[in-house]
Every structure is written in structure tokens, then in C-alpha cells.
């Protein structure tokens, strides 16, 4: 799927991954109730009702563990990425980051868990 030469991949539903966003503040996250959320494209989502729900095409955690949700409006079809950081607004946390004591993975999972050349898009 991806190529490390030319820095790109395209994921399973056929899209180029994201790591960084448009910083337009076009997409949100939206509590959907219990322990949902879901994402919406703010402009079509004000242009008519039950518009603006996004497609997640991607999810991506980085060589600095942040999380990163590629997104595409299943509406007008804009994409873009946002992303957090399991700890970028705690004042006195680790450096480095011990992403082992924050994401806890299936064995197959960890094998996967190392430097990618998508890390720093």
C-alpha cells in the first residue's frame, strides 16, 4: 500500500493519507452520546440539516503519539486531518513520551509499533 520513495500511501478506500490539516477549523469532533464521537464538516453541516457527516478514510499514530484521523465529508467530499496528542497539554510530562504506558496493544499490534516513513509528513 504505501511507497516509502515517493512518501505516499493510499488507504482502503482509495484516499492519499493526511498527517497534516488544512488549520481552516472546518471539521469537528461531535459527542454522539455514551462514549461516541463522530466528526462533521461545519459548512455543509450549517448549509442544510443532517449534511456534513464525515467519513473517517484514515487513522494514524505517529512516532509521537498523536492520533491522527484522516476525514472526508460525505457531503461535499472535502478532506482533511485532525489529530491529538495523548499528552501535549500536561505541563510535567515525560520526555520522551512512554507510549507503551498509554496504548495498549494486541501482540500483532505492537510488532508494528516503530519509526514510519510517514511519521513527519
Not at 484516499?15 to 462533521?40: A, K, N, V, W
Request: proline share 5%; net charge positive; glycine share 6%.
Amino acid at each position: 500500500m504505501g511507497d516509502p520513495q515517493n512518501r505516499t500511501c493510499v488507504t482502503m478506500v482509495g484516499q492519499r493519507l493526511l498527517h497534516h490539516g488544512s488549520c481552516m477549523g472546518e471539521f469537528e469532533p461531535q459527542y454522539i452520546g455514551t462514549d461516541y464521537f463522530t466528526f462533521r464538516h461545519k459548512p455543509c453541516v450549517e448549509e442544510k440539516e443532517w449534511h456534513g457527516h464525515s467519513l473517517i478514510t484514515a487513522v494514524l499514530i505517529d512516532n509521537d503519539g498523536r492520533i491522527i484521523f484522516n476525514l472526508k465529508c460525505r457531503s461535499c467530499g472535502k478532506r482533511d486531518a485532525l489529530k491529538t496528542h495523548p499528552s501535549l497539554w500536561v505541563l510535567q510530562r515525560e520526555k520522551p513520551l512512554q507510549h507503551e504506558q498509554i496504548f495498549k496493544l494486541s501482540p500483532k499490534l505492537k510488532s508494528c509499533v516503530k519509526r514510519h516513513w510517514w511519521d513527519n509528513l
